[in-house]
């Protein structure tokens, strides 16, 4: 059945949409009935033509013998008509056992950046056994795309299928072809060898013997002998890049920056080549320009100025000449955020990191680069979700769970923190990660009160720095700040001290010393005045100006405002219970009942749980001073049901002060009944004082006046007093032994 031109058209629609989806079925008939009804077109129709010779050497490309020289034809037509695309010529190329030499050669000069041509080119080169032609093409694949992963694996694996075949080479091999696929390979074996080998020149030797020992060697080892032996030899350019990139994997920053100087500019060729020999020259020549290693160069360079000496001109040197030879260089233009972040620009910092993602950075690199920048903007949400995407892709490493157990410890997820940590420091190998999952879950333990593990965990926190550090003295301030919060006084000052000697105590806690100081009646110690009125913060606004305030007032004699001020600082603190306490000592030291009760009311509201008998004891007397005696003696009793031990054995048992409290309480608040047995314990003594004796005469004598028993008592223990009793007692106890004698003894 013939077609129309127009029918013709939609079945070549059909077919390159089925092409797409790769639905060989419906392709087939649609080419079918595409051949049977060509001749609607005539020589006009040149956009069809074009469109059904690119279409049908694809569709040749579909069977399982594939027929490269019919599909050369149609591609020679493409030519013809002058609009052959790469993706033609990757389309045939791709089939590298089949392809001839002449399309790749047409196809590379036409295209000379095309990654895929020049990667299918290499492929074949490795079929035909051409390893040398095949790393070559490969190294300037790498050179035009250095973030080319594949193309990186494709080398290495050519390098070595190389090295095995020269190993076994009857003939001769060229010592610098052995050693510089070794190198590349890190084949130890055949580096062993060639240590031996005479024909190496002495930088050549270096070369090798520096390559055996960092494989074979501890990192340390490696520094220290670069620094002792081979910092003084003269070293090719690929030994101090070799030894940079060795430092930088282990993070010794300073070799970095003692191994590398500024680059050479590179030489670029000319693009200027008329057959594919030239083309051959000119793809080695760019090479051997040097462009990669210089920027990589630069990069070192700038990232020990980053992580080591903090030479922000050198680093900006290093970022504008990399940058000028490569401006979309991901590497360098992470770094040129590093450089921003250093400086505290986030914002610059945060565009200098998506362009790097955009240009090529690794989602890896990229979304622990987030990280960093998340945490030093405190967006602690944030956090969570870059390492959520991160673990969405890769495995969780101690960065990404530490960055996880800290940001959910900053919003308060305590149990899940403390979970996600645990899981950090047991699940991985220790590194400078865990100093940090020691750290964070410290404070964990310190709002738990848990200060047992609080220590052990500082104590395995510090051992990854050097003593007396700002690391160490941080964790030191820390700790200061927790004895403190232990009232433990004596050992606070103690840190502190040992902080200020090393010139590194936390600004913030000079008012602490100073307290503990005036409080423990020690010397300031030498370079810390005392503190004045010039010490106060004139607009507090945080717990820890509210905090210091409170302490200087303290210091210097105003009690009642140091306890407001401590009050502040309570409703401000995460753990409010350690304020609210020291508030209360300084209002009692003010003499401020009011204020005293006003404390300890808000105390037992927000934090009953941190009472303890050194604020309860008080409470019951303040009550009293408050005339509210019925609230004083229901304190009292709960103070001796609270603390028992505390009560009846290490409280002083000559002052009686409990019962002497209830004693009051019931008689002010009108409790006969309760007056009356209280008063009748201090009797209970040895040697019951004069004045508790003289009160219960006269209780008797006002309510219990034919008691005779009792008064008898009463009396008859009085008259042994140092203080003689009076006319009238002394009748009275005579009446009351007259009375006995005739009423019991007649």
């Avoid at 089949?98 to 080119?121: D, G, R, T, V, W």
């Avoid at 105590?505 to 009125?533: H, I, M, T």
């Avoid at 209830?662 to 008063?679: F, M, P, Q, T």
Wanted: proline residues 3%; hydrophobic residues 40%; charged residues 25%.
């Amino acid at each position: 059945m013939e077609l129309t031109k127009e029918e013709v058209v939609r079945h070549l629609e059909q077919a390159e949409q089925a092409y797409v989806v790769q639905q060989v079925h419906e392709l087939e008939q649609h080419i079918s009935a595409i051949q049977e009804n060509f001749d609607v077109f005539s020589n006009s129709d040149t956009s069809v033509y074009i469109r059904y010779y690119r279409l049908y050497m694809r569709f040749l490309g579909l069977f399982k013998e594939v027929d490269v020289s019919a599909m050369n034809t149609y591609l020679e037509a493409l030519e013809a008509e002058g609009v052959v695309e790469a993706s033609d010529y990757e389309c045939i190329c791709s089939y590298y056992k089949q392809c001839p030499q002449e399309i790749y050669e047409k196809a590379l000069m036409a295209f000379s950046y095309n990654e895929n041509l020049h990667l299918h080119y290499a492929l074949k080169l490795n079929e035909e056994r051409r390893f040398g032609e095949a790393i070559e093409v490969l190294r300037y694949v790498l050179e035009c795309y250095p973030e080319s992963t594949e193309v990186r694996f494709l080398l290495s694996e050519i390098q070595r299928e190389y090295l095995d075949d020269l190993c076994i080479s009857e003939e001769e091999v060229p010592v610098n072809k052995l050693l510089n696929l070794a190198s590349a390979t890190h084949n130890i074996s055949v580096l062993k060898g060639l240590n031996l080998d005479p024909r190496l020149t002495q930088a050549e030797q270096y070369h090798t013997q520096i390559q055996l020992a960092i494989w074979q060697n501890r990192s340390v080892e490696v520094r220290d002998q670069w620094r002792a032996e081979w910092k003084h030899l003269k070293l090719e350019d690929r030994t101090r890049i070799l030894l940079a990139d060795y430092a930088k994997a282990f993070m010794i920053y300073d070799m970095v920056a003692e191994v590398l100087v500024y680059p050479e500019t590179p030489e670029f060729p000319e693009e200027n080549y008329s057959d594919f020999s030239a083309y051959k020259s000119y793809m080695a020549a760019l090479v051997n320009a040097g462009w990669q290693r210089a920027q990589h160069q630069y990069y070192l360079i700038g990232k020990s100025c980053y992580f080591y000496s903090n030479d922000l001109k050198k680093m900006a040197y290093c970022l504008q000449q990399g940058l000028t030879l490569n401006p979309k260089n991901p590497l360098l233009i992470e770094l040129k955020g590093k450089f921003f972040f250093y400086q505290g620009d986030y914002q610059e910092a945060a565009k200098a990191f998506h362009a790097a993602f955009n240009n090529g950075l690794s989602v890896t690199d990229y979304l622990q680069t987030l990280m960093d920048l998340n945490d030093r903007v405190r967006n602690n949400e944030g956090i969570l979700q870059v390492v959520n995407q991160f673990h969405l892709r890769h495995w969780p490493n101690a960065k990404s769970i530490c960055f996880k157990g800290f940001a959910l410890a900053k919003l308060g997820h305590d149990a899940q923190a403390l979970a996600v940590l645990n899981e950090g420091i047991e699940g991985y190998n220790q590194n400078s990660f865990h100093a940090w999952m020691y750290y964070w879950r410290a404070i964990l333990h310190k709002r738990n009160k848990n200060y047992d593990l609080f220590f052990q965990d500082i104590e395995r926190e510090v051992q990854f720095y050097k003593e007396g550090s700002s690391d160490y003295c941080n964790s030191m301030n820390l700790s200061m700040e927790v004895l403190f919060e232990m009232a433990d006084y004596e050992k606070s000052y103690n840190y502190a001290c040992y902080c200020h000697e090393q010139g590194k105590l936390d600004p913030e806690l000079y008012p602490v010393l100073q307290w503990l100081c005036f409080y423990n009646f020690k010397e300031n110690p030498e370079g810390v005045r005392a503190a004045s009125e010039g010490d106060l913060v004139p607009n507090p606004q945080t717990f820890i100006d509210y905090r210091n305030n409170g302490l200087v007032y303290w210091i210097i004699g105003n009690e009642t405002v140091a306890a407001e001020s401590l009050v502040l600082a309570a409703q401000n603190a995460s753990d409010a219970g350690v304020y609210y306490k020291l508030a209360f000592i300084a209002a009692r030291a003010a003499f401020d009942n009011t204020l005293s009760l006003n404390i300890y009311d808000e105390l037992k509201a927000r934090v009953p749980e941190d009472r303890t008998w050194e604020v309860d004891y008080p409470y019951p007397d303040l009550l009293l001073k408050a005339n509210r005696y019925k609230e004083a003696t229901a304190a009292q009793i709960n103070l001796i049901a609270s603390y028992p031990y505390r009560a009846f054995f290490d409280f002083p048992k000559d002052i009686n002060y409990l019962a002497g409290a209830l004693k009051r309480s019931a008689k002010e608040a009108g409790n006969l009944k309760d007056y009356i047995r209280y008063s009748a314990m201090f009797l209970s003594k040895e040697s019951p004082w004069e004045i508790d004796l003289k009160e219960h005469q006269e209780i008797t004598e006002d309510f219990y006046k034919e008691e005779l028993f009792l008064r008898h008592n009463l009396l008859q223990t009085a008259s042994h007093l140092e203080e003689p009793l009076e006319e009238l007692e002394i009748s009275a106890l005579e009446n009351i032994k007259s009375h006995f004698i005739t009423t019991y003894f007649a």
